[in-house]
């Protein structure tokens, strides 16, 4: 309906207090691929464009603040755009948002008081940078970190700052990126406006720490810049425009492509994770033995791309999104009798960074580019209400956004994406969403990473993946939740194996890829290099841990060590802890083992718990400390101990255990046990690839 006056008031008082939804992304093209067409760089700011100085970049676009992130899987990003957004729709700041491997530091000292900066940053792996925040985190947490006007004491007195850290209090190291970076900064002088923020995936408060947080660290910072809080409303951050001159089937339509390159059908290396390889899958077969749940084995060749790996090395698969999501989306955005009109999205700041390839469709944007299966979040929620197809949703959505207890109750219990809680609201459309503020709100769609379960001794050119097929029915939920990447998988495999129904519960995936090019069947990845790694030393013994897919890199690990010893290496003992349910059902690589017991003999341990056999549940720590002694004693002949899988609970549980066990064997008090744990962790023999 159309709005009348008292709409138009309710309106922008709930705009006030509920805006949201901002810029994400590097620019999809311009950055990563230099060929791309879909520059945003208008009125003269060419230089600063490409420029590394982020002062003279803020200078050239009149911004006077700017919202650093460090994102690995895009959450970080996520909220710098929002933050950049909120910013600007509410203080009237001049935002930017800033990849930070985009800018070099050494100017920090000469940032201006009367502007502020922003840290957005997520931890990864243990206590790890995210990739793109390496280079900053070592310079600016560095010994000897020099900047340019040579003052060493306060160099950065006159930077004011504001953090939020992205971490998951499950890993040893929580939020230790956000922690260190705050403690450096404020050491060389500089005033963070604020709390430094700190959001806990682990215990699944992510969204709501940083809701939370936001709202006093605003008041703060209004208070620090002596800024004015106004009526916000929403502006776009893209012009998104339907060009009837176009079709799909021209060349220059990006239709699910990654790059410009693979538009033009000429993909070519270096493959990275702006840029993947498109590989055929060689193989592929389900693990388990038991109906109604799979676990896949993949081979991906990587043969002729130029891509590496080695042992313990992690591979990202670039997933796509289910046709009967994507259906879903554009019926419930009133876009589906247009999902293939060709739109041309550009920022309409010279900041602004377009997260998609463009020209592009509706459908292809659904599709391949957005992460629209993701948990519906409440910020959204509310900011989509003002766009709501009649009154009653309206009051409705905004309520959902202003309630955290009964948005939770409404929609999160239902685990629903963005399109199945607007569905659940109403079944109208809502048409007059604009599409830029669907862009800013929803994620660009991340690759998912998976532990390379084969030895790139063994097999250099073909990539192992073992993933189990994410179908969860979450507590209180109304539907299964289907894992994006998994399903996806789980339709090429059926596909490759001519099943009669190669379509997993009616999501009907688009196999053969944008223009046929996955056809065969194809799948887009990249490799990440980790530092899981096997000894150099194959006869020092190792100790792995690996439940359930957690056993994916052991498999790599064990192939190794077996094909070192057939070629007469001398390899120590190798011993792994493995847990399933049962024996007869999910019991993965149960027959390869037996071929690498051959040629490992006694040296190839495997100690297997089986939770749902006997009358008690019994789980791989339990297991462990029944063998005290002996890992005490391969510890002490200088093993390497691996943990893989589960971050929550087995991850945490193994290394209580360890720390018992080493107390309990070596007679020294509780607490020194967990102390040597510690150490191992940094000397290097206590690995984790967990997640
Ligand atoms: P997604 O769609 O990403 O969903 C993942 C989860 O998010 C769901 O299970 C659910 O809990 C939640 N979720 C999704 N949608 C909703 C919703 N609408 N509402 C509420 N909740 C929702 N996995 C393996 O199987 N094998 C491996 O070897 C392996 N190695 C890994 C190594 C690393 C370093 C990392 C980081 C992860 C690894 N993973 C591995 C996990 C893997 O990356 C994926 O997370 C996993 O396969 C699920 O991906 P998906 O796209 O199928 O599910």
């Not at 690498?596 to 339990?622: C, W």
């Amino acid at each position: 309906g159309q709005l009348d006056t008292l709409d138009l008031v309710v309106l922008a008082v709930l705009l006030v207090g509920s805006v949201a939804y901002f810029t994400k992304g590097s620019y999809w093209a311009v950055a990563k691929d230099p060929y791309a067409s879909s520059t945003t760089a208008v009125n003269g700011a060419a230089k600063a464009a490409a420029t590394r100085d982020i002062l003279e970049k803020m200078e050239a676009t009149g911004k006077n603040c700017v919202v650093f992130y460090g994102s690995q899987t895009g959450t970080a990003e996520d909220y710098a755009s929002r933050l950049a957004k909120e910013g600007a729709q509410r203080f009237g700041l001049k935002t930017m948002v800033a990849d930070l491997e985009d800018y070099d530091y050494e100017n920090l000292d000469r940032f201006p008081s009367d502007k502020v900066v922003f840290f957005v940053l997520a931890t990864y792996g243990e206590g790890e940078p995210t990739d793109n925040a390496v280079e900053f985190y070592q310079f600016i947490t560095g010994d000897d970190v020099a900047f340019e006007s040579g003052e060493a004491d306060r160099p950065l007195a006159a930077l004011k700052y504001v953090t939020f850290g992205l971490g998951n209090n499950t890993y040893e190291h929580y939020n230790a990126m956000v922690r260190n970076v705050d403690a450096a900064l404020t050491k060389m002088g500089a005033t963070r406006v604020g709390d430094a923020g700190e959001g806990d995936d682990g215990a699944g408060t992510m969204e709501e720490d940083f809701l939370a947080w936001k709202e006093p660290m605003w008041a703060a910072l209004a208070d620090s810049l002596g800024l004015q809080e106004r009526e916000a409303k929403y502006e776009p951050v893209f012009s998104v425009t339907e060009d009837e001159a176009l079709t799909p089937a021209d060349e220059t339509v990006y239709l699910g492509e990654p790059t410009h390159a693979h538009l033009q059908g000429r993909p070519k290396g270096p493959y990275s994770a702006h840029n993947p390889f498109i590989a055929p899958i060689v193989e592929s077969r389900e693990l388990f033995t038991v109906k109604g749940r799979n676990c896949l084995h993949l081979e991906v060749s990587i043969a002729g791309s130029n891509l590496s790996y080695q042992t313990g090395d992690h591979i990202a698969v670039w997933p796509t999104n289910a046709g009967a999501e994507v259906d879903r989306f554009l019926q419930v955005f009133g876009l589906a009798d247009k999902r293939d009109a060709v739109i041309r999205v550009k920022g309409l700041d010279v900041t602004a960074k377009v997260p998609i390839p463009t020209p592009t469709t509706y459908d292809a944007a659904a599709r391949y580019y957005m992460e629209i299966a993701a948990p519906v979040s409440r910020q959204f929620v509310a900011t989509l209400a003002a766009f709501a197809p009649d009154e009653a949703t309206r009051a409705e959505m905004v309520r959902l956004g202003a309630d955290k207890d009964y948005f939770h109750d409404k929609l999160s219990t239902h685990c629903y994406t963005i399109a199945q809680a607007l569905q659940s609201l109403t079944p109208e459309p809502f048409t007059t969403v604009p599409f830029s503020l669907l862009i800013e709100g929803i994620n660009k769609i991340q690759p998912r990473y998976y532990s390379i379960s084969s030895s790139s001794l063994v097999q250099k050119d073909t990539i192992s993946i073992t993933a189990v097929v994410e179908s969860l029915r979450l507590p209180g939920a109304s539907h299964l939740v289907k894992g994006v990447t998994t399903n996806y998988l789980l339709a090429l495999k059926q596909k490759q194996n001519g099943d009669p129904a190669p379509d997993p519960h009616g999501l009907t995936y688009a196999l053969s890829g944008p223009r046929n090019r996955y056809d065969g069947i194809h799948l887009p990845v990249h490799v990440r290099h980790s530092n899981f790694k096997l000894p150099s030393d194959p006869s020092r013994p190792i100790i792995m841990v690996g439940p359930g897919t957690g056993v994916a890199p052991f498999r790599g690990f064990i192939q190794e060590r077996a094909a070192l010893a057939a070629r007469g290496d001398k390899v120590g003992p190798t011993v792994l802890f493995f847990g399933c349910r049962n024996r007869t059902e999910d019991f993965v690589y149960q027959d390869e083992w037996k071929t690498y017991q051959e040629q490992l003999g006694d040296n190839l341990r495997i100690i297997t718990a089986f939770s749902r056999e006997g009358p008690s549940k019994v789980y791989v720590q339990h297991r462990l400390h029944e063998h005290a002694s002996m890992v005490s004693d391969l510890l002490k002949q200088k093993a390497v101990f691996y943990v893989c899988g589960d971050a929550a609970n087995m991850a945490r549980e193994v290394n209580l255990v360890l720390g018992r066990i080493l107390a309990e064997q070596r007679n020294l008090p509780a607490d020194r046990g967990e102390e040597l744990v510690k150490h191992m962790r940094s000397n290097g023999s206590y690995q984790e690839d967990v997640w």
